[in-house]
């Protein structure tokens, strides 16, 4: 009965988020769709490989309208070791953006993030909420909470299955930065923190540098992305420095 509740409650929280991505879109009168299809060499998410450090495809399928409200579904292949997470990775997700004066702007968003083809046992569905604040189109901060976060740690000699967190809530913090350079180029960095539950005992930092390159509706990037003692000792290879490319195309 009560893996037949869950299972409920995941379908009614997937059916909401469905039906906001639906109706939204006629609120905002008239707008326009976008989107982008694309593939990276490694599916980095805060410092994490997703992809066990191999390719990933990707797209993003998206409505904007004209009061700036903004929802889509964005969605990957992943692989990770334990495969009760499944192959692929869909976000469902709703924004409002808005501008304070000419030069600062922020945005509200909400996204639910849900696994198609995970193993029903243990449900790594989960919600968050978004507020970020951008200044110049250069400088962004922001910030991520979420209620319901399940993550395992990597196993050791001493606890084979690792640590585990269920529909906890954690925190994300980031400072991103972004310089137009000559030559279609920019430069591109980041920082963040990531306070995970405490059963976990892995709160931990990731950081990126690299650049990306824009013609037209086309964009290639190249990013080192590293993390911190903890993050490797707590999740193993997927925190594993490395440089990961992507290529995308914007429709």
Known sequence: MKQRSARWRRYWERACLAAAVLV???YACAGEFGGSVGATTDYVY???????????????????GTRR???????????????SRGSAEVDLYAGWDWSLDKDWDARVGLTHYFYPDANAQLSYDYDEVTGSLTWQSRISVTVAWSPN????????????QGWLAKHEQATSY???ASQPLPWHLSAVAGVGYYDL???????YVFWNA??????????VGLMYIAT????????????QDGFSGSFSWRF
């Open 197 to 203: 539950p405490n059963v976990l005992r892995a709160d």
């Open 174 to 176: 980031e400072l991103s």
């Open 46 to 64: 805060r410092g994490l490989s997703q992809s066990h450090g191999d390719p990933a495809i990707q797209g993003d399928v998206h409505y904007r």
């Open 149 to 160: 976060v399940t993550r395992r740690t990597a196993g050791t000699a001493r606890l084979p």
């Open 24 to 26: 939204l879109p006629l």
């Open 69 to 83: 409200w903004v929802v889509g579904a964005w969605a990957s292949s992943v692989d990770f070791d334990n495969s």
């Open 228 to 239: 911190d003692d903890v993050a490797k000792r707590s999740f193993g290879y997927a925190a």
């Open 210 to 219: 690299g650049f990306s390159f824009a013609v037209g509706r086309a964009q």
